[in-house]
């Protein structure tokens, strides 16, 4: 699953996108991003609709992100 940047404040509900963030930043490992591609128009979202928080916050982040990178973490041993 691809998730575009987050809007601000959406990721206290959804934190799954980011759990592996502070792993790098504890454990000392080197860490950056990639850019892969962008978002392009129509791929914005697939989601159907849901009662399920993280999947609203989800849809509602993708929904009008067309443009927006799409990156990879990348993590290594010290």
């Excluded at 000392?28 to 128009?41: E, K, L």
């Excluded at 791929?43 to 159907?48: A, F, H, I, L, Y």
């Excluded at 609709?49 to 041993?77: C, F, H, K, N, W």
């Amino acid at each position: 699953m691809r998730y575009p940047r987050s809007r601000h404040g959406a990721t206290e509900l959804m934190p799954m996108p980011g759990a592996y963030v502070p792993l790098a930043n504890v454990s000392g490992f080197p860490a950056g991003i990639v850019p892969v591609t962008r978002v392009r128009a129509g791929e914005e979202s697939d989601r159907g609709a849901s009662r399920d928080i993280v999947d609203q916050v989800a849809r509602e982040t993708e929904r009008g992100s067309a443009g927006l990178p799409i990156a990879v973490q990348v993590m290594a041993r010290p």
